[in-house]
T-cell receptor
């Protein structure tokens, strides 16, 4: 149980375009999902907490208008990188779960902006 | 704020050697969870263990063992008889309650383990 599916696994886009990343909980309902970003050879940094039916909570320094998060259902959260630039190139990974049961991570999305 | 320190950034061992990965944490919470994750070159995070702050029993799972010591705020991870497949980056993480009542994970910087044949 507790499977989290993340798509796409890799995406290359042109500078200035937008990219949408999906995170789905396949066998459980997730009222909360988390989006992390990992730069090469660095740790994972939480970007935002995605709350079903309400606005996401962003960490300090993360631009809300650039990283749009939508959590419209209990099994799906999406992260849209708007007007992507090369500095947005990174590994994005989502997680979902519950406090007393642990958290499962998606397989991650490697975004390259050219 | 919560903090996780993995002092070692990179370790290289020869197959069959034992290796211990250190993790020291800081928290003001009385109830928290500690985690270890493995990240192979493919990038996905593989869950290894979750430990409740009230459970200080050491745990062994095959070649993996964990030593949780609240007195020193440490949660160290030992791989016995390492294998090439153990080569990966290992992250220690600590749960932190957000203002909204949900829980996020704070990660250490990770430790890259290379096991050579």
């Amino acid at each position: 149980g507790a499977v989290v599916s993340q798509h796409p696994s890799r995406v290359i886009c042109k500078s200035g375009t937008s990219v949408k990343i999906e995170c789905r909980s396949l066998d459980f309902q997730a009222t909360t999902m988390f989006w992390y970003r990992q730069f090469p050879k660095q740790s994972l940094m939480l970007m935002a907490t995605s709350n079903e039916g309400s606005k996401a909570t962003y960490e300090q320094g993360v631009e809300k208008d650039k990283f749009l998060i939508n959590h419209a259902s209990l099994t799906l959260s999406t992260l849209t990188v708007t007007s992507a630039h090369p500095e947005d190139s990174s590994f994005y990974i989502c997680s979902a779960g519950r406090r007393n049961y642990g958290y499962t991570f998606g397989s991650g999305t490697r975004l390259t902006v050219v | 704020a919560q903090k996780v320190t993995q002092a070692q950034t990179e370790i290289s061992v020869v197959e069959k050697e034992d290796v211990t990965l250190d993790c020291v944490y800081e928290t003001r919470d009385t109830t928290y969870y500690l985690f270890w994750y493995k990240q192979p070159p493919s990038g996905e995070l593989v869950f290894l263990i979750r430990r409740n702050s009230f459970d200080e029993q050491n745990e062994i799972s095959g070649r993996y063992s964990w030593n949780f010591q609240k007195s020193t705020s440490s949660f160290n991870f030992t791989i016995t008889a390492s294998q090439v497949v153990d080569s990966a980056v290992y992250f220690c993480a600590l749960s932190e309650l957000t203002q909204g009542g949900s829980e996020k994970l704070v990660f250490g910087k990770g430790m890259k383990l290379t096991v050579n044949p």
